[in-house]
């Protein structure tokens, strides 16, 4: 009988990245939970993945949590940070608002029987900087609530991921320059500062399926989704690579973030391996058979050729 996987934030990027990942398996069922079933993204899911269920659950509802896990195997879990009503929440003093989802997803994931969890998380970057950056909400959160799952380690088996930047991010972060239409990729890093890279529509659903196909390997240990540790400017450079398009790379203002969670997240990867000190992730996944993204085969994959202004 093939497992029954339900898959939290299936219309993000996150989890429609599992999802995409555990239908080329082709040996789960799959339940995508989303809070708003008949939105445009859910349906065009259901159209992508014919035979997949589309279940409505929400973070803040235990019950409908319960609701969306029941019969399920694995859970695939992730929280939110940067979304209004969380962020509004921590403004107003409540900086265990992930935490609280997190908690949430567990207790139901528990209550209903489930096996598993694969676990979208991240370090501590307090501990990873020995109290340097303490500040770096969106981690501890998340830090939380792994330590969380893995304390119910006698009720449920407890999967951590950790994904790194997202490459996806310097699409976001580009613009053309009126000067000479180059495009410019802005970051507060300096061009050969370092930060962990991740193409996450890619590579986070391979990790999590060969976690679910290697269950003793990867029990209880965190695995870093990360296809290694580049300069700033190896992105840039491989745009140019790619397309033929100049590019460059221009470094920001810290203050331009307006945010000292973020701010202190781009010091720590500027300053400490945040990953357990591990570097070689390329060649970690290659012996275990899993390639993960390059940033020319990322750029080449997505065809963006850059913003049109
Ligand atoms: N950006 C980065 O570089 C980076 C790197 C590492 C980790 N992260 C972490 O990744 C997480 C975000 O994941 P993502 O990139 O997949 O986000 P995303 O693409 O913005 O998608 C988030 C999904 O979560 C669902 N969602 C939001 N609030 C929910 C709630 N209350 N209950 C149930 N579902 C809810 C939404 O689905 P519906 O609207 O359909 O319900 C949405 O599709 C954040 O915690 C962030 O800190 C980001």
Redesign the pocket.
Known sequence: MTQLAAV??A?????GSVIKALYAAGKFRIRAL???PD?S??KSLEQKYPGIEIVR????SPESLRQAFRGADVVFG??????NDILEKVENGDTDAEFT?GKAMIDAAIAEGVQSMVL?S?PSMNKVSGGKYSKVL?FEGKHKVEEYLLSKADMIRGYPVH?G??MQ?YVGNSRRSAEDNAVEFSLVLGASDKLPLTD?ENDLGKIVVYVLEHPEECLGKPMAVCSGYFEAQDMVKAFTEVTGIPARHVQIPYEYLGSEDLAQMFQGFREFNIFDGMTDFAEYYEKRGVHLTTPAEFWKNSGWTGPSE
Do not use: K, W
């Open positions: 939290v934030g219309t993000g990027l996150q989890g989303t809070r708003n939105s993204s859910a659950a929400d973070l803040d992730v929280t939110q940070f940067f979304q989802q979208s991240l969106h994904a930047a997202y991010n996450i």
